[in-house]
């Protein structure tokens, strides 16, 4: 049997796109021959629809709009994934529909409740072994803990986290010797190396149960904050039968491999190993697709962004000029220009040249573009691209260097991006007269060093915000994770923006990420900000401010916040982890530390709150609406710390 997984790039309760790519999937399907396609967990409504999922009208939309797929399904078997709400408790299904039949519904059993995924909120759990019906003017189909059979092959579900539990307990555990195979629709967030975990995940799953374990994950930024990979999977006894490129551009990605079901296979004596994941190129194809995907369903015209040549914006605006390499390599320049929704004809035309407007959807799947070099003419129309999706400033004060400026320009200038210089200097100076005026006083470094420091960020806002607001782009702002964990940052100020693309990585990863950068994905440029010291450049020159002087080495802080959260370690035991794995370093100089980042992380939490809207890329995330919850004011840790 030919059976298939598609992964799909959705967006909450749009409906017309979401319908759209289903049927586009189901046709590619079908065209490559495809019995059963498998498309993931929530696609037709979108994984993201959060409380809108507590709404008796959307689910019933959700069935409502399912009954459009059915003509669709004549001559294959194919499994969405849709919410069902019943006595006012909706539940996370999967539809199996063939032949314009609704076959009936799997129902998910254990819900995601940790890190990014709050399921509990919105959905119920189903019970295992049990079914119940779904009517729907005058039919009525079986809901439930089911299996179901296609051309002789039985197979039964595993809806996502039903995947992610103890082999006792998942569904799998039952569904063992009774089906051919397991089926998963998935919605499972990216995170840096996950990829290794699922493979294990899938492979594993199919030698434990003795079946084929077919796996199919969503695609790109669907809703704003959490990215997918798109992952399709397919396993048999332990063997890979299929494993896609991730991170595609396209809206589709279809991939299809046959299974002699008829033919015992045997059980692999062990699971081949993944290769280690290059956790620098996944970082790169997740942040372009998920700006690429914000930028457009954003419907905004590109991006403006403060560069101070530091190393946050400059990795800023690498991303932007990845986005435009990556897309057009796996889309083509005028396929990716259409799609990004901001080009006229005239310029796809005047670019590209003279194209059919047709989607490219059938074309094969994904190749990994992360390791191709354009050719010159296509790095010249890069070039160009990314002028029109990215316009820089730098603004500089009295406190610059001619090393930041050097280091912005030069690197806004490689990839092609518009590029600003002006200074601020008259607006701080106003702003200070005027309080100096109002308060009868002089403001001087020695009194009034941290509102010295917050007037020159605060007054960068207004006219980048300007830039923004003319060309209807959307502000990148630049807080890294460190950054937020410590409230490094002004209010207002830097933090100012509508997006935050990098903060949910921390700022050693972003250093070395830059380093990486500069010799894998040839930006020679980047010599100049690899060779400087983070700093904010706020107090005068001869102060020599750097940021690790300020708090503490990148590395150590780093540290200290995962193991206070990810870990979720009390003070003393992190205090205590650390004298172990530092004990170079100072006791008395640790215990600092470890004060400095529990006393600034708590007065921080309002800032946290406050930041733009930030990817999850990493394992975690500070992010109070993501992956961190904390309180806005609390005890501060202060008898831990005094404890210590
Ligand atoms: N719980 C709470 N809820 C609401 N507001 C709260 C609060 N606790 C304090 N606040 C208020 O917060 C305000 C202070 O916050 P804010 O004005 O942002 O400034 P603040 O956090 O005091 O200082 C900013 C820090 O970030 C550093 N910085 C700034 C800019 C750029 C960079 C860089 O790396 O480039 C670094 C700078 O060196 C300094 O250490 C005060 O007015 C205080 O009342
Ligand atoms: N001279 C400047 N021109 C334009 N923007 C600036 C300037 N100085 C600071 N900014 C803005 O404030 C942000 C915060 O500064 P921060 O120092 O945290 O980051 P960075 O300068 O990019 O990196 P690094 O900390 O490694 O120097 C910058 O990313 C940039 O958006
Ligand atoms: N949607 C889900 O159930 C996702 C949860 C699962 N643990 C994952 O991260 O892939």
């Not at 939309?61 to 797929?69: F, G, I, R």
């Not at 590109?302 to 946050?312: M, Q």
């Not at 640790?590 to 708590?602: A, C, D, E, G, Q």
Request: aromatic share 10%; net charge negative.
């Amino acid at each position: 049997m030919r059976i298939a997984g598609a992964a799909i790039n959705q967006i909450p309760f749009d409906w017309t796109h979401n319908l759209r790519t289903i049927r586009e999937a189901i046709e590619q399907a079908k065209a490559s021959g495809v019995e059963l396609l498998c498309l993931p967990e929530l696609c037709l409504t979108g994984y993201g629809c959060e409380d809108l999922f507590l709404s008796d009208w959307l689910p019933q939309s959700a069935l409502e709009h399912l009954q459009q797929v059915r003509p669709w399904t004549d001559g294959i078997c194919v499994v969405i994934g849709l919410p069902v709400r019943l006595n006012h408790r909706t539940y996370n299904t999967a539809a199996v529909l063939r032949d314009g039949q609704i076959l009936g519904f799997a129902a998910k059993q254990f819900l995601a409740n940790d890190g990014v995924h709050y399921e509990p909120r919105f959905f119920h759990p189903w019970p295992a072994s049990e079914t119940t019906t779904v009517q729907w003017e005058g039919e009525e189909w079986t809901l439930g803990d089911m299996i179901f059979e296609h051309k002789g092959v039985k197979f039964g579900f595993e809806i996502c986290e039903d995947a992610w539990r103890p082999d006792d307990v998942r569904p799998a555990c039952r569904l063992k010797g009774r089906v051919d195979m397991i089926v998963n629709p998935s919605a499972s967030h990216f995170a840096m190396s996950k990829t290794d975990l699922r493979y294990k995940l899938v492979l594993n799953a199919s030698r434990n149960f003795n079946c084929t374990y077919l796996y199919a994950n969503l695609l790109g930024n669907e809703a704003g904050r959490i990215i997918y990979d798109g992952e399709i999977l397919v396993a048999r006894n332990g063997h890979l039968l299929l494993r896609n490129q991730l991170m595609s551009f396209k809206e589709v990605d279809m991939e299809c491999v046959d299974v002699d079901f008829a033919t015992e296979q045997a059980r692999a004596e062990e699971i081949q190993p993944l290769p280690t994941p290059d956790e620098y190129r996944e970082l790169n194809q997740a942040l372009s697709l998920a700006l690429f995907d914000y930028l457009r369903k954003a419907r905004s015209r590109g991006f403006v962004l403060s560069l101070s040549g530091g190393a946050d914006s400059v990795m800023c605006a690498v991303a932007v000029a990845e986005l435009v390499r990556l897309g057009t390599a796996e889309l083509g320049t005028a396929e990716f220009m259409r799609r990004a929704g901001c080009f006229t004809a005239d310029d796809i035309e005047q670019l590209a040249g003279p194209v059919a407007p047709v989607p490219d959807q059938n074309a094969p799947g994904p190749k990994d573009a992360s390791h191709s070099e354009p050719d010159q003419e296509q790095a010249r129309v890069n070039q160009i691209l990314t002028g029109r999706l990215l316009t820089c400033a730098y603004q500089g004060t009295v406190n610059s260097s001619d090393d930041t400026f050097n280091s912005a320009k030069e690197l806004a200038d490689s990839i092609g991006a518009v590029f600003y210089n002006w200074t601020i200097d008259d607006e701080v100076t106003g702003y200070v007269g005027k309080i100096e005026h109002a308060l009868g006083r002089e403001l001087t470094w020695k009194t009034d060093d941290l509102t010295l420091q917050n007037i020159q960020a605060r007054v960068r806002a207004p006219a980048i915000w300007m830039l923004a607001n003319i060309q209807n782009a959307l502000l990148i702002t630049t807080s890294n994770r460190s950054e937020a964990s410590v409230g490094y940052c002004t209010m207002d100020g830097d933090t100012a923006g509508s997006i935050s693309p990098i903060a949910g990585v921390d700022k050693a990863f972003v250093k070395d990420w830059l380093r990486w950068a500069e010799t894998a994905l040839n930006y020679p440029a980047l010599r100049h900000v690899n060779a400087l010291q983070p700093t904010a450049e706020l107090r005068p020159l001869e102060d020599k401010q750097t940021d690790e002087r300020d708090l503490m080495p990148y590395p150590l802080l780093n540290r200290i916040e995962r193991l206070a959260f990810y870990d979720r370690l009390s003070p003393r035991q992190v205090f205590s982890v650390l004298k172990g794995e530092e004990s170079a370093t100072d006791p008395e100089l640790l215990k600092t530390y470890v004060k400095r980042f529990y006393s600034l992380w708590s007065r921080n939490q309002w800032k946290r709150e406050r930041f733009a809207p930030a990817f999850h890329l990493d394992d975690y995330n500070v992010d109070p609406r993501s992956w961190l919850r904390f309180p806005i004011l609390s005890g501060g840790y202060t008898e831990e710390l005094n404890g210590l």
